[in-house]
């Protein structure tokens, strides 16, 4: 298992009261982000802690770091983590090092590090980096059998699937921040049963249920990154709602791929959870099927085999008007787990830099939709209700083929792991708004 | 046809001498672009004119720029474009009405102008501006057929070809301005032939000839842009070679696209020619089949209809080893027009925001691969080569059925209208190098 310090403890306690037992930030996650304070201001990095964001700027400026860790606050400090992706491992490593102990429950600096905290439900969140390219993996192996059955029903998988990581290219101009309202898209649609297709609001509304993954230090165009180095290329993780337009993206994606199906709108969870929070709760790649080819030499690495995996539950809910109007709770759509991606987050940095392609601080990669082999992790509504032929019931009498204006679906996720804290990585969530 | 003015008087002469005749560079051009000056220091916007470029920064210090020709020339003095895109039509036309003054033989502001030029050939060009996102189009319907007919001899077009303007999102990180060595990339190919993939470099490099659009303002998340107003987003254009890895493209792309079999390298050239300098010539967009559909409401546009596609000449010119050593000049590949893509630039824009994705100011998009009627004409090997099977013969006896390491791609871009006198988009070119 990767090294773990001090900074997982599971004894650690904070004098932050709210950090302790917090089911998503007690002091052994301390994720980055950019918020905006109380009353408006420059946005500028944070550390959530508990129901607080200590505000990295202003414990800079009062003296609190040295170092490497004063170098990694100093990257923090602007709108944008993009300078602090950029340093790699060390510095963020050697922050976070430190964040553990001014927050900790013995600490002796309470007193200056207290006037850096607002309460978070006071913040607003911004993305956490200015996103140079956005790519989005297929690494979902039960979603791309789900999905290809559909089509292929006696070969689900296409023959490229277990020897390419495959990805295309998605738009980094309409990715948002969790709570960013959804606008249901207009495009060309033309379901089987019409012989032309028409103009209008997409039909099939779906949500897709993904794995975000921030890139540090990159590469230079045209020298890729070798498998042993590509998972320390990697500055965080987050939650991805690959908001799709079935309708449109049925129509639209031969022989391209998809594009206006996928591009009006992208949500991720605000918060980088770092690879230094989830070293815990690493493990191995699960073990392929006995025919399976084993990955080629540039897509294979030993301890990537052996802890390039992650152990992290994931959980859809879907909230309707009918669920809201009744005062019941959220409908679970699904409960699945980030172990299920056939390939690991360092191996898609490797495929994606192979051929020369250059990566830069700030890039963000959707791993793919991550279902689990049972309908009850299901990761998107195309494989819930079959593309719309057996709709979900929900106990406010209402049905659902796809999503219908004024539903809300939120992304959660935590790790928890025998002896650690859990740790979690907030919330993603969007609300349809109708088309235009 | 689109208002022309005192800038298009062909008449018109400048006291830059090397401008009058200029195959690319008169001053009915006047195009945008960023360079760093002889003997360095920071990149900034130009204007080339003849075998000179005109340094905008140096011209607005000098007072030379009033009202809106004043905020565009202040916009276009940083090292990217963007802020000039930004503004619009108006500052940019206001911009080149006054350098058009500036630069005509009986300007006044001779000697306040003289000392802001700088010789070309000791000028470095870089990327014009920041690129947000980059998007590939397929609006070549000769390229789409061709390279549909290699698979689907009876049906080489798709069902959706005419109705959508097919793209699909491009890497916008390996976008490289011209000159820029084109590494040959590694990667998994998997020919016909042999069962399983292999890894390595490339064997079927190739070049696509586009047309680059960059985008001017642009529209917020979920607000589309009408087509009336969707020609008037465009900031200018520029040729592009959309490189390609055709193994590891005909692997990998299935089910969701191309990747990286095209994100290794994209070549543009460096000059931004204005919607303005290419008023002249504007043509009628083709007409279609008589059994064609007619563009969907949200694409049709009787103005668009009738002046929106662009009179353009494209060659594409090849320099092998052989060639270069034998003092043998250039092969040319193809020689086609803009005119024959099927949709319009503005066709492009709307449909890219019919769906809500919102476009920023520096965005670029490719064409798709122009290919003509004639098999002089076809803008890719793959289409004039039939994928390797009819190799080329050059002059030097070498054959080609994709490109070789040392091979030299140029495109060139010519509008030249009776009455009016010829402008050229200078060259967009790159030379492969082998793979790592």
């Known amino acids: ?44 990095g944070g550390v959530a802690i508990g ?77 956490p980096a200015r996103i140079g390219d956005y790519t989005d993996f297929y690494a979902g192996i039960h979603h791309a059998t789900n999905t290809g059955r559909q089509f292929r029903p006696d070969n689900p998988l ?13 738009r980094s101009s309409s990715v948002v921040p969790s709570g960013t309202p959804v606008r249901r898209p207009n495009g060309q649609r033309k379901p089987g049963r019409e012989t032309t297709p028409s103009f209008g609001p997409s039909r099939n509304l779906d949500y897709e249920l993904e794995l975000g993954i921030w890139m540090g230090p990159g590469n230079a165009l045209g020298t890729p990154i070798p498998i042993s180095e590509a998972g320390e290329r990697i500055a965080g993780f987050c939650l991805l709602n690959d908001w799709s337009a079935r309708d449109i993206q049925g129509w639209e994606y031969q022989p391209l791929g998809p594009f206006l199906g996928k591009n009006f709108c992208t949500t991720i969870s605000p918060w980088v959870i770092t690879p230094e929070a989830l070293a815990p709760f690493r493990v191995a790649q699960p073990p392929r099927a006995e025919d399976d080819p084993a990955p080629m030499d540039y897509l294979l690495d030993a301890a990537d085999q052996r802890e390039g995996a992650l152990d992290l539950e994931l959980e859809v809910l879907l909230i309707t008007p009918g669920l809201r109007e009744k005062g019941l709770p959220p409908h679970r759509l699904a409960l699945s787990n980030a172990r299920h991606l056939y390939w690991t987050p360092a191996q898609l940095v490797a495929h994606h830099a192979c051929g020369g392609c250059n990566l830069q601080p700030g890039d963000l990669f959707g791993s793919g939709t991550i279902s689990g082999p049972e309908e009850s992790s299901f990761g998107s509504l195309l494989e819930t209700t079959q593309g719309g032929r057996k709709p979900l019931q929900l106990a406010s009498g209402e049905t659902r083929r796809f999503l219908e204006d004024g539903d809300e679906v939120i992304l959660r996720a935590h790790a928890r792991r025998e002896g650690y804290a859990s740790i979690g990585f907030g919330e993603c969530r969007g609300t349809v708004q109708p088309a235009p």
Chains 1, 2 share one sequence.
């Open 51 to 127: 129901d607080f964001i200590l505000d990295l700027a202003a414990a800079h400026a009062a003296g609190l770091f040295r170092g490497e860790a004063a170098a990694a606050a100093e990257a923090a400090s602007g709108p944008a983590l993009n300078d602090l992706f950029a340093l790699g491992a060390a510095p963020r490593a050697a922050l976070r090092a430190r964040l553990s102990e001014l927050l900790a429950l013995d600490s002796a600096e309470r007193a200056r590090v207290e006037p850096c905290l607002h309460r978070a439900e006071d913040c607003t969140m911004q993305l």
């Open 1 to 44: 298992m990767p090294k773990t310090d001090a900074t997982h403890d599971p004894k650690r306690r904070s004098w932050v009261d709210s950090a302790n037992g917090h089911p998503e930030f007690p002091i052994q996650n301390l994720p980055l982000g950019v918020f905006v304070p109380p009353g408006g201001g420059a946005p500028r």
């Open 158 to 170: 296409l023959p490229n699937y277990k020897y390419v990581p495959i990805a295309y290219h998605g």
